[in-house]
């Protein structure tokens, strides 16, 4: 196990073992759609 704290050193390496060696993107967070509940109408 070891670190590799330079970035050069880290994308030589990476790609010498043939792994990815650029970060992955993600698509932003969403807020989560809000659910009709039965308990809603109850007022």
């Known amino acids: 196990m070891a670190v ?4 050069t050193i ?3 390496v990476l790609v010498a073992v043939g792994l ?15 659910t009709e509940l039965w308990f809603d109408d109850l007022s």
């Open 20 to 34: 990815p060696a650029e970060p992955t993107t993600f698509a932003p967070a969403r807020d989560p759609l809000q």
């Open 4 to 7: 590799v704290a330079n970035p």
């Open 10 to 12: 880290a994308r030589t």
